[in-house]
């Protein structure tokens, strides 16, 4: 755990602790560690194309640009239009 930060490295342990379905993850580190763990994992994006697919929301490109551009959240460009494609958009 000491490659992750202590927010990802608390939600690991509690998650592995409580043998939770799933975990809501986005940092990459964290993401590997939680894979090494056996953790199933999701981040934003992956709740994003859910939603969408729920019909929860309408398009998920809006509140992407919207991570990106209001709260810094850092997306790579394929990674950008993967979710797009998989979204529908």
């Known amino acids: 755990m000491l490659e992750l930060d202590i927010g990802e490295a ?5 998650a592995v602790e409580r043998k ?6 986005d940092e990459q580190k964290g993401r590997k560690v939680a894979s090494r763990l ?12 859910q ?3 729920k019909g929860f929301i309408i398009e998920v490109k809006p509140i992407m640009d919207d991570l990106r551009i209001q709260a810094g959240f850092w997306i ?3 990674l ?3 979710v797009l494609q998989e979204a529908g958009e």
């Open 20 to 25: 939770s379905d799933i975990l809501l993850i």
């Open 10 to 14: 608390e939600a690991i342990a509690l």
């Open 76 to 78: 790579k460009n394929d």
């Open 51 to 53: 939603a969408k697919n």
């Open 38 to 49: 056996g953790l199933d994992r999701i981040g934003i994006l992956g709740i994003l194309i």
């Open 80 to 82: 950008y239009n993967y």
